[in-house]
């Protein structure tokens, strides 16, 4: 990938879904690629339970927010948020919706759900939403046609932050790297 | 090329600190600016560096041991949220005067929005009011610089510098280079010189003479100095900018193509403005629009009413914060493009709750039964979300809960029918703030009840110690201040302790103590319980109870507004009336088994033993 890559993704959830973490994930990615990374987050009281948002750009940027319109992805992790965030989306921009009901996104035809609160029940992780809905975008990213999207990085290579970020914590890593492939397996079914 | 590394914001600042030889860092956590000094103990543990790093029991304590820390000629830093200023005025305006011996670094961040904050209030304004410089940074990595720089300042004219980040810099991350840390350190050497560090009012004056001299030093400092960044642009017209507008201006002006047209100057030192700077934009353009956060403080410099437009012209909008799509619309009319709305109107999210299984919710939910129509005071914290259970109507800053029951007491004393009053405040905000209003009101024999929230952590802002918590910034163990003993040293007769989620016997004692408070002045509960969140991270078991409901449950809602967990799921327009439990977001805490009138909360009997 070329020093010229530009991408802006926004990633809307509730306290507690691992907005920030997921946020994390795809910004240590961007770093090892070399390329230039710049996100912004939600801290404080808005953190309880309320509404989570964070802004992850991929390229020259300067300012650390995306304008309504702008986004050329968007991850959500509660699907009740796209009436808050949906507008982000620029035309033919790409979104996977944690939902497991019909999406109403009306702006673009790439938008996609899959239903991660069910699979994380499954995988017996609650709290991995935040990965399998990564996943899935992945597994999308790695499609060229049809369905497929444009994303920077790769499952490997989001596989790689996770092996460093959680080192020695075996279980914490192994239940991680479930969650995401439940997710990116949840696209090729 | 050197290391690079994703850094927050408020971990840029800190490393600039660090790599600027600052040895003293203190600091009061608030929402931006909290991991600022988390950071510098990370650093410094990462990097085995000998310092002090600590977090103050207020702001205007940590100003005070960072600026004596300064008086010995260390390099010292004090960083707080902007209405922590507030409390730490009164030595600002002092230090001031005096100057400083070694670097001085003070990191005020302000919260446009605001999202965490009482105030929109400007950090810079209150530089100005202090006369001292302040530097603005627009990202991470020049809040970083800036840190190098301000010390620069300092150092070279003796006088306190701010650096005033928003929560967009503070709660931005970017790749960032790590520099070299400085091997020296400075030894403290505190030179006496009562006539400047304990000046009387005369010497003062003269103090004050100086302090002008260097202001107008400052503004001729070339390397703080405005830049203009698109050097070939050439117009009447001209845009200034500084802080995180500066950013989002940049990209704007490059996307509506007017980078090569429009002269786009970006001010890193909003205050002192530079002279030459002042003058040339006055010579040099007819139309000037100036965009900043929160006031125009660049704006009032530029004394030119005819040319400037901003937030005095109300071009720029006064309130709010200025998103990239705000600040898009206003160059757009600005240079006189087709004026598009670019803001959406989107969907409120949701609104935050206490965390399920909070310990708060419980004390709440026991307020309320125990002085069911009083009047609630309460405080700056996570529990001033108790005003969802309807449980808290008053909050204004660190420390009113008390002083605020105080004045309700008084004015309603000579009334005929007097409202039971009942104070909430969390225990890091007791002893920021609330010591002195207590002591006030056992002077007083002021009649309410003080339930102190003692969950042993500053929760809101990311559990940082409190003094009663036994460990410092870097995880060192220090000495504690034990609560109840404290209370008891302010002269209060009448204390009890107890754990909130034994509800029934927690509303008993809450009913005890507002009876005691009729007659005999302030009573205190100590609501002990640690948070949830504060459990979690330090891996602490606690006692499960997994709960269910029952059939009894007809859906009458008392649960879900007086109770008000995220765990417990009613839809009003639903067929079943039936009130759920969210398995993911129940933490078993077990304190619904006594809060429906009903008796609908179970204990799960097959699900018994431990939840992960």
Known sequence: MSKTVKQQILISGVGGQGVLFVTGLLAEAAINKGLPVFTSETHGMAQRGGTVVSHFKVGDFSSPLIRPFKADGLLVLKDENIAQHGSFLRKGGWAVVNSGNDLKIEKTLTASGVDADKLAQEISNPKSVNLIVLGYALARAGQKAGNGINLFCSLSEIKKVLRKGFGNRKPLLEASIRALEAGYKAFKK | ?612
């Open chain 2, 1 to 612: 090329m050197s290391k690079r590394r994703l850094l927050l914001g408020n971990e840029a600042i800190a490393r600039g600190l660090i790599e600027s030889g600052c040895t003293i860092a203190t600091s009061y956590p608030g929402t931006p600016a909290s991991e600022i000094l988390a950071a510098v103990a990370y650093f410094q543990n990462e990097e085995s560096l000998s310092m002090h790093t600590q977090w103050a029991v207020n702001e205007k304590i940590a100003f005070e041991i960072a600026y004596a820390g300064c008086q010995t000629g260390l390099r010292a830093a004090v960083s707080m949220k902007q209405v922590g200023l507030n409390v730490a005025s009164d030595p600002l305006m002092s230090a001031a005067y005096m100057g400083i011996n070694g670097g001085f670094v003070l990191i005020s961040a302000d919260d446009p929005g605001p999202h965490s904050s009482q105030t929109e209030q400007d950090s810079r304004l209150m530089a100005m009011f202090a006369k001292i410089p302040v530097l603005d940074p627009d990202s991470p990595r020049q809040a970083k610089e800036l840190m190098r720089v301000a010390y620069e300042i300092s150092e070279l004219f003796k006088t306190p510098v701010m650096v005033r980040p928003t929560t967009r810099v503070c709660h931005s991350r970017q790749d960032i280079s790590l520099g070299p840390i400085p091997k020296n350190k400075r030894q403290a050497k505190f030179e006496k010189n009562p006539a400047r560090w304990a000046a009387t009012p005369k010497f003062r004056l003269q103090l004050h003479r100086e302090l002008e001299e260097k202001l107008a030093a400052i503004a001729k400092y070339r390397q703080t100095a405005p830049k203009k960044l698109n050097r070939k642009a050439k117009s009447d017209k001209a845009i200034i900018a500084s802080g995180v507008a500066a950013a989002h201006t940049k990209d704007i002006l490059k996307e509506l193509k007017l980078w090569s047209k429009i002269p786009f100057y970006q001010v890193i030192q909003p205050f002192p403005l530079h002279s030459k700077f002042i003058e040339h934009i006055i010579k040099s353009h007819e139309d000037v629009l100036v965009i900043e956060e929160t006031m125009g403080v660049i704006e009032m410099q530029l004394a030119d009413r005819y040319r400037v437009k901003g937030k005095l012209s109300n071009t720029v909008p006064r309130v709010g914060e200025l998103g990239p799509e705000k600040i898009q619309e206003i160059v757009s009319e600005f240079i006189g493009l087709r004026s598009e709305a670019f803001t959406i109107k989107t969907a409120p999210g949701r609104r935050p709750t206490l965390c399920p299984g909070c310990p708060h919710r419980a004390s709440f939910f026991a307020i309320k039964k125990a002085a069911p129509r009083g009047i609630y005071t309460s405080d700056i914290g996570c529990y001033t979300l108790g005003l969802n259970l309807g449980a808290v109507d008053t909050v204004l800053c660190m420390g009113a809960a008390i002083s605020q029951a105080a004045g309700f007491y008084h004015a309603y004393k000579t009334e005929k029918k007097r409202p039971d009053i009942v104070a909430t405040i969390g225990d890091s905000t007791f002893f920021h703030a609330g010591v002195p209003a207590l002591i006030d009101a056992v002077v007083q024999k002021v009649g309410f009840v003080l339930v102190i929230l003692d969950n042993r952590t500053t929760a809101m802002t990311g559990n940082q110690p409190t003094p009663a918590t036994g460990s410092g910034a870097c995880g060192e163990s220090t000495e504690t201040v034990d609560i109840e003993s404290l209370v008891r040293g302010c002269g209060v007769k009448f204390i009890r302790e107890s754990n909130p989620y034994e509800l029934t016997e927690f509303i008993a004692l809450l009913k005890e103590a507002v009876r005691y408070s009729r007659k005999n002045g302030p009573a205190v509960v100590i609501s002990r319980y640690p948070c949830v969140l504060h459990r979690a991270r330090q891996g602490e078991a606690g006692e499960y109870i997994p709960v269910e409901v029952s059939e009894t449950c007809d859906g009458c809602g008392y649960c879900i507004k007086h109770f008000e967990c995220p765990a417990l799921i009613y839809h009003e327009n639903a067929e079943e009336k039936h009130v759920r439990i969210d398995p993911i977001l129940c933490t078993s805490c077990g304190v619904c088994l006594n809060v429906c009138p009903k008796g609908a909360f179970v204990e799960k009997k097959s699900a018994a033993g431990s939840k992960e």
